[in-house]
């Protein structure tokens, strides 16, 4: 019992600290891989729109050397957990303005997440939406799925950089509430 109470509270110490003293570095990660996986669907769109391949055949830039990362339904649902475990773990180091536009990227996120469990599923099971020929997700019904994954990050990626900018220029009374060192002081 002992060891299981000792790396909850190593997880917690950890977790703590990402939203302190690491929060800047933790926010930088995040951003790092979200901005990967939105240029990986825009050089889809790129291929598909500019340079006129076939929907099948676009799979952006790692998705040519490895087609099966376009295809591999577990690979996009990953991403999409990944995506909303980061919004959530690194939700406590907003305050203020920036935690009700994170709370919005996470809002998005969370449908994001849903319909991507719902591919998820259809892929596991063989029985797809409607009884479509693929995997369709709910918004699908109504976009193709490359506008859609475009949509999709444009609109959880807005509000997320919103809220990273409005926590980096917190206000005096959003700076005293912060436990982070993220904030610019005022005037730089």
């Known amino acids: 019992m002992a060891t299981g109470t000792a790396v909850t509270g190593g997880v917690q110490a ?3 600290a990402l939203n302190e003293r690491n929060h800047n570095t933790g926010l930088a990660i995040f951003l790092v891989i979200v901005v990967a996986h939105w240029a990986e669907h825009i050089a889809q ?5 500019a340079l006129g391949w076939p929907t099948p ?12 990362l376009v295809t591999s339904e ?8 990944l995506m909303l475990v980061g919004f959530v773990i690194l939700r406590k180091g907003f305050v203020g303005r920036s935690r009700k536009w994170w709370n919005i990227a996470l809002g998005i996120q ?10 998820l599923i259809q892929a596991l099971s063989g029985a797809n939406l409607l009884g479509r020929p693929v995997p369709t997700s709910i918004i699908q ?8 994954h475009l949509f999709y990050n444009a609109i959880v990626f807005t509000p997320m ?7 980096r220029r917190a206000t005096a009374v959003e700076r005293a509430r912060m436990r982070c060192t993220c904030a610019v002081a005022a005037g730089h």
């Open 141 to 148: 019904l109504l976009m193709p799925r490359v506008e859609l």
């Open 74 to 81: 577990w690979m996009h649902y990953g991403y999409a957990l």
């Open 14 to 16: 950890h977790l703590r």
């Open 161 to 167: 950089v919103v809220a990273m900018i409005l926590h």
């Open 110 to 119: 969370i449908w994001h997440h849903f319909e991507h469990l719902l591919l």
């Open 57 to 68: 055949e676009a799979r952006g830039v790692l998705g040519v050397p490895f087609p099966w």
């Open 45 to 49: 769109a790129v291929q598909i729109y």
